[in-house]
C-alpha cells in the first residue's frame, strides 16, 4: 500500500495511514475482495507488494494454509515496521524494498501475487510486472486494483467533499485544482503483462459504499494531501480540509469504485 519513494516515507504517513486502513471499512473490503480474488486459500507461497502496513498480508493469511508462507515488500522502511509489529504471525515476514527491486529481498517462486492500492504509483510498471514474472510460478496468479478515476475508460463519481477539497485549494492557492493524472490504460497493461510473461484473465469493478467521513479522513494522511498541493504548507493543507469538511455532510452515503486486475503467469 506503500508507494515508491516519497511522498509515502516518514512515520507520519505510516502511523496515520494505518489507523485509517485498519478503523475504515473501504481498505478492509479492498483487502478481503483481494485476498478472494487471488485465491490464497489454495496458495503455498504469497508475496504482497507495497504492503504498506500489513492489513492486506492479515487479509491474505486469514484465507492462506498452515503450511503457507507470505513475504511482504515495501519500499517504506515505516511502513515495513508497522506490519512487523502489527502482524506476528510465524508464516509472514516484511522486507524493505522500492516494487521494482523486489527480487533483492523475496527469493521466489511465488504462486500468488496480490498488490493493494498501490500499482498506479510505481513510477513505471514494466520492470514490475518484469520482476514479478520471473518470481511467479507457470499458473501463478497475480492480482491488484485502482480507483476507477485512474483507469482510462472507466467512470467514477465526484463527491461532495471531493469538490468542496478542490474549491477550498483553488481559493488558496489561486489556481485550478489539478486533474486527476496517470491514468492507467488497460490495452498498454495487457500489453506489458504480455511482455512480463502474464496473460490477462479478467477485469472486475468493485464498488464500495462508505460514509462520506472516511474519504475525510483519507485526505488527511500526508501522502494523499501532499500531490495535489504542492505549494501549500502543511498548516494551510490541514487548515483546507477542515474548511471542506465544514462544508460536508459526514454520514452522507458515497460510492467508491475500483477495478481489480487479474493475470496469469502463462508457461
Do not use: K
Not at 206 to 227: G, H, K, T, W, Y
Not at 239 to 264: C, L, M, T
Request: with cysteine; aromatic share 6%; proline share 7%.
Amino acid at each position: 500500500m506503500s508507494r515508491e519513494g516519497s511522498p509515502w516515507a516518514g512515520w507520519a504517513n505510516a502511523e496515520i495511514y494505518d489507523a485509517f486502513v485498519r478503523e475504515g471499512s473501504v481498505y478492509r473490503a479492498l483487502n478481503e475482495h483481494l485476498a478472494a480474488l487471488a485465491e490464497i486459500g489454495d496458495a503455498r507461497r504469497v508475496l504482497d507488494l507495497a504492503c504498506g502496513g500489513g492489513a492486506t498480508a492479515q487479509a491474505c493469511l486469514a484465507l492462506l494454509p498452515p503450511a503457507g508462507e507470505l513475504v511482504g515488500v515495501d519500499a517504506s522502511e515505516a511502513m515495513v515496521a508497522v506490519a512487523r509489529d502489527r502482524v506476528r504471525d510465524p508464516r509472514a515476514r516484511f522486507a524493505v524494498a522500492s516494487a521494482a527491486a523486489v527480487e533483492r529481498v523475496a527469493r521466489g517462486p511465488f504462486d500468488r501475487a496480490v498488490s493493494n492500492a498501490a500499482f498506479w504509483q510505481f513510477p513505471t510498471s514494466r520492470p514490475v510486472l518484469a520482476a514479478l514474472g520471473r518470481l511467479l510460478v507457470p499458473g501463478g496468479l497475480l492480482v491488484f486494483n485502482v480507483p476507477a478515476e485512474r483507469v482510462r475508460g472507466e467512470t467514477a463519481p465526484v463527491h461532495p467533499f471531493q469538490v468542496a477539497l478542490a474549491r477550498e485549494i483553488e481559493a488558496s492557492t489561486g489556481r485550478p485544482f489539478p486533474r486527476t493524472a496517470t491514468l492507467v490504460d488497460p490495452e498498454r497493461l495487457d500489453r506489458r503483462l504480455g511482455e512480463a510473461g502474464f496473460a490477462s484473465e479478467r477485469r472486475e469493478r468493485f464498488d464500495i459504499r462508505c460514509r462520506q467521513s472516511e474519504l475525510m479522513e483519507l485526505m488527511e494522511i500526508p501522502a494523499m494531501l501532499q500531490p495535489i498541493t504542492p505549494a501549500l504548507s502543511e498548516q494551510e493543507r490541514l487548515a483546507a480540509v477542515g474548511a471542506a469538511r465544514e462544508r460536508s455532510d459526514p454520514e452522507q452515503r458515497v460510492s467508491v469504485p475500483w477495478i481489480y486486475f487479474v493475470a496469469r503467469r502463462s508457461g
